[in-house]
């Protein structure tokens, strides 16, 4: 598992993924309705703190994989990535349930979304636990 992390084609995909979250949080483009939801609804600030904080983690994980820092923290830094990406999405998902429209799809597609939101730490508690 850890192969994949340091892999380049991993580095890759990370920088493309900050890229991408730049452009959509700080430019502001090309927004379907959900981000935009996102970005009417919620502090600014935070949405800073998450994505300099985001940029923070990826760089010490790229960094660390193109021999630039020692890699101390490598797995801490991954871990912290991924919680945050996590609790962010829970924040979406509360937003797209209190803000969003009430159409029967964006429902149905929201029920599915907080179905996962659950199902995924649940399913890495059984794995922690039974392997």
């Keep these: 598992m850890i192969v ?4 380049p084609f991993c580095d890759f995909v990370l920088i493309i993924f ?3 979250l730049w ?3 700080f ?3 090309d927004l379907n309705e959900e981000e935009r939801l996102f970005i009417k ?3 600014p600030w935070v949405r ?3 994505v300099m904080s985001l940029t923070a983690e990826v760089s010490y994980v790229v960094g660390t994989d193109i021999a630039l820092f020692e ?5 801490h830094s991954l871990l912290l990535s991924v919680i945050t990406i996590y609790l962010c999405a829970l924040w979406g998902i509360y937003i797209g349930y209190e803000y969003g429209p009430r159409t029967k799809e964006y429902i149905d597609r929201l029920k599915l979304r907080s179905q996962a939101a659950v199902a995924l730490p649940a399913l890495f508690l059984m794995m922690y636990f039974f392997m």
Aim: hydrophobic share 40%.
């Design 71 to 75: 890699g101390k923290y490598y797995i």
């Design 48 to 50: 800073i703190f998450v």
């Design 4 to 7: 994949f992390w340091r892999s």
């Design 41 to 43: 609804y919620s502090n």
């Design 23 to 25: 452009k959509q949080y």
């Design 27 to 29: 430019l502001k483009q």
């Design 18 to 20: 900050i890229l991408f």
